[in-house]
C-alpha cells in the first residue's frame, strides 16, 4: 500500500468487447483500489465511448493511466501495484519513458518527452547507462531524430558538447550526431574539436554532423 506521505494516485482504464487482457488488468486494478494503492478506478469500454480512445490517443486495449503514467497491453498485478506505487510517489521520468521504450510505445514516449520539457535531460542520462537494453538505445536515438531541429532539441546542446568531451569515444559519437541533429549554429563549436578526435569513426561523425549544419570542414 503507498506511504502516507504518497497520495494514491486515480486511475483510468479502457477496455473492449473480446479483449484478451481486459478482464486479468481490471481486476488486478479492483484489487489495488480494494488494497488502496489506487485512489479510484474508473473503467470506459471503448466500444460504447469510442470518444474516450480517441481522447486518450489510442487504438489498442488494455490501455491505462495510472497517475501521469499511460500504459498499454497486458500487466501482471505485480507490474501494475509497482506503476501505482511509483505514480503515488511521483516517479522519475527516465523509469516510465524506459517502460514505453522496453514496450516498443515509442510514439508515446516522445509525447511524453514533448509534454515534459524537463525530461530531456534524463534521456541524456539514460544515453550513458551501459546496461541499458538494444531497444532502449535504439528508441533513444529515434526519440532525438523525431525532435530534430526543433527549440526543445536545441536547449540540449550546452548538454550534448558537455557530453562531446566525454572520454569514450561512442558517447562523443552519440553527442556528435546529436549536435548535428540540433540544427542549432551553436553546437558548431562542439563539434570542431572533434575533427581531430583519435577515433576515426567519431572524426566521421563529426564532420557529417557540421555538413548537417552547413559548416564546411
Known sequence: MSTPENTPAD????IAPGCPHCQSVLHALSDLVKTGDIGRLEVVNIAVHP???????????PWMRIGNYELSGSYSAGELKSWAEKAAADASA??????LLEQQQLD?????VKAHPDSLSTLLEMMQDEDGSLSVKF???????????????KSLVPELGRLSTHDKANLRGDAAYYLGLSGSP?????????????????REIATEALDMLGHST
Not at 508515446?108 to 511524453?112: C, G
Request: hydrophobic share 50%; charged share 25%.
Open 108 to 112: 508515446q514516449a516522445i509525447d511524453y
Open 51 to 61: 470518444d474516450a480512445a480517441r481522447e486518450a490517443g489510442t487504438r489498442s486495449v
Open 139 to 153: 528508441g533513444l536515438g529515434a526519440i532525438f531524430e523525431a525532435l530534430a531541429g526543433s527549440d526543445l532539441f
Open 94 to 99: 527516465g523509469e516510465y519513458i524506459r517502460e
Open 11 to 14: 486511475a483510468l482504464l479502457l
Open 186 to 202: 551553436e553546437a558548431a563549436r562542439w563539434l570542431t574539436p572533434l575533427l581531430d578526435d583519435p577515433q576515426a569513426d567519431v
